[in-house]
Nanobody
Framework: VQLQAFGGGLVQTGGSLRLSCAAS????????MGWYRQAPGKQRELVAV???????DYAGSVKGRFTISRDNAKNTVYLQMNSLKPEDTAAYYC??????????WGQGTVVTVSS
């Protein structure tokens, strides 16, 4: 199973980016999909999750600014990030998980927010 994350880059404070992560067709629709991030010297933290049924949850630090969504027809999960802040700078990782069955991670895509 491969997860491919895309969309990172350099953006100014207040700007927007959209991250994408594509997963294998066979698992995507029945996986919970998450976005995590890890800043230099810090632990990896959950940013947002979208469950297989479509419900979502967010870290408090991004609530109201980030939106996670999924397109099961394209086997892709998105993270729309608006009003970016320097503290959002991190490597962002996507995860496909089904409790008790699998837990897959994609490679990171780096987001840098300049002040």
């Amino acid at each position: 199973v491969q997860l491919q994350a895309f969309g990172g880059g350099l953006v100014q404070t207040g700007g927007s980016l959209r991250l994408s992560c594509a997963a294998s067709r066979t698992i995507f629709s029945i996986s919970d999909m998450g976005w995590y991030r890890q800043a230099p010297g810090k632990q990896r933290e959950l940013v947002a999750v979208i469950f297989s049924g479509g419900s979502t949850d967010y870290a408090g630090s991004v609530k109201g600014r980030f939106t996670i969504s999924r397109d099961n027809a394209k086997n892709t999960v998105y993270l729309q990030m608006n009003s970016l802040k320097p503290e959002d700078t991190a490597a962002y990782y996507c995860q496909a998980i089904r409790i008790g069955s699998w837990d897959y991670w994609g490679q990171g895509t780096v987001v840098t927010v300049s002040s």
